[in-house]
């Protein structure tokens, strides 16, 4: 069983930046691959970022590309998202999610825990 718990989110000016953090319980943390999710009014939850167990390989979505950055630190059992250059459109829900899977990691069913999310407005 892993429990997560996003923080970091808030409301900033297009243009600006974040750090949003997930907090993991138990000590398998490592074991898992970590996933950010976002999801916005009226739309389905399309991933992000992802990052494997180790921090080795990281993933992202075409549309924030050079722009988030994933990384973990599994002596606090914690995974981050580093967001530069915010759009309005970026505006949304982030949820982090973990599993145990090696592939499919774009998908939301691969994903068995999930965090309570935290909010994200980007105003123009």
């Known amino acids: 069983q892993v429990q997560l718990v996003e923080s970091g989110g808030g409301l900033v000016q297009a243009g600006g930046s974040l750090s949003l953090s997930c907090a993991g319980s138990?000590?398998?943390?490592?074991?898992?691959?970590m996933g950010w999710f976002r999801q916005a009014p009226g739309k389905e939850r399309e991933m992000v970022a992802a990052?494997?167990?180790?921090?080795?390989?990281?993933t992202y979505s075409d549309s924030v590309q050079g722009r988030f950055t994933i990384f973990r630190d599994n002596g606090k059992n914690t995974v981050y998202l580093r967001v530069i250059n915010l759009k309005p459109e970026d505006t949304a829900v982030y949820y982090c999610?973990?599993?145990?899977?090696?592939?499919?990691?774009?998908?939301?069913?691969?994903?068995?825990?999930w965090g309570q999310g935290t909010q994200v407005t980007v105003s123009s």
């Open positions: 138990g000590r398998t943390f490592s074991g898992y691959t």
């Open positions: 999610g973990a599993t145990k899977y090696s592939s499919g990691w774009s998908e939301v069913d691969t994903y068995d825990y």
């Open positions: 990052i494997s167990p180790s921090g080795a390989v990281t």
